[in-house]
């Protein structure tokens, strides 16, 4: 049987330069830089006012936000859409944030909360989250075709969802549902 490696600790990795780094790379605090005018801030504009809202609305149609429903046993039925269709939901969350960072409203907080609460409300109580496989499957579809199920890339997006939430609006929710993941 092979042995297992002595652990190492780690003090310093390329997320905490030691002091002797030539360049230290740091993002930029959400809102710090902004686009004052021009063709891409009307296009921000247009992303504010009117993309944002008519995604969740797309989101609701589509069923993206019923499957969670049905898989949080809120509603029944049958699940919709392809088995990416919770990508959808985490891309439009990301963006719900980012936007907030570029121009907070209540209405954007309150939009993000409720979808973040849905999504939460339908993670296994193992932390598994995948609404399409959960309401087909249940336990026996989990990760049974890993190439083509999309799980994975589904949860990317949800950890890239989730630290837009918090970096833009402060709210953890979503990353909790990350962290138990």
């Known amino acids: 049987?092979?042995?297992?490696?002595?652990?190492?600790?780690?003090?310093?990795?390329?997320?905490?330069?030691?002091?002797?780094?030539?360049?230290?790379?740091?993002?930029?605090?959400?809102?710090?830089?902004?686009?004052?005018?021009?063709?891409?801030?009307?296009?921000?504009?247009?992303?504010?006012?009117?993309?944002?809202?008519?995604g969740l609305r797309r989101l609701e149609d589509a069923g993206n936000l019923d499957n969670f429903r049905i898989a949080a046993g809120e509603m029944a039925g049958d699940a919709r859409g392809p088995i990416i269709m919770d990508l959808d939901v985490y891309?439009?969350?990301e963006s719900v944030a980012w936007e907030y960072a570029r121009q907070p409203s209540e209405e954007l907080l309150r939009m993000q909360r409720e979808v973040t609460a849905i999504v939460a409300a339908a993670q296994a109580d193992d932390g598994y989250l995948d609404s399409v496989v959960q309401?087909?499957?249940?336990?026996r579809g989990r990760y049974t075709d890993l190439p083509w199920s999309h799980e994975h890339y589904c949860a990317g997006h949800l950890f890239q969802a989730?630290?837009?939430?918090?970096?833009?609006?402060?709210?953890?929710?979503?990353?909790?549902?990350?962290?138990?993941y």
């Not at 309401?135 to 336990?139: H, I, P």
């Open 1 to 54: 049987m092979p042995q297992s490696p002595t652990p190492t600790r780690v003090t310093a990795g390329p997320v905490r330069p030691t002091s002797a780094a030539q360049v230290t790379w740091q993002p930029l605090p959400a809102g710090a830089a902004r686009i004052d005018s021009g063709f891409w801030r009307s296009r921000q504009d247009v992303n504010g006012a009117a993309a944002v809202p008519s």
């Open 91 to 93: 891309k439009w969350l």
């Open 135 to 139: 309401v087909r499957g249940g336990d």
């Open 162 to 180: 989730a630290v837009a939430q918090v970096r833009c609006t402060g709210d953890t929710e979503l990353l909790v549902v990350c962290r138990c």
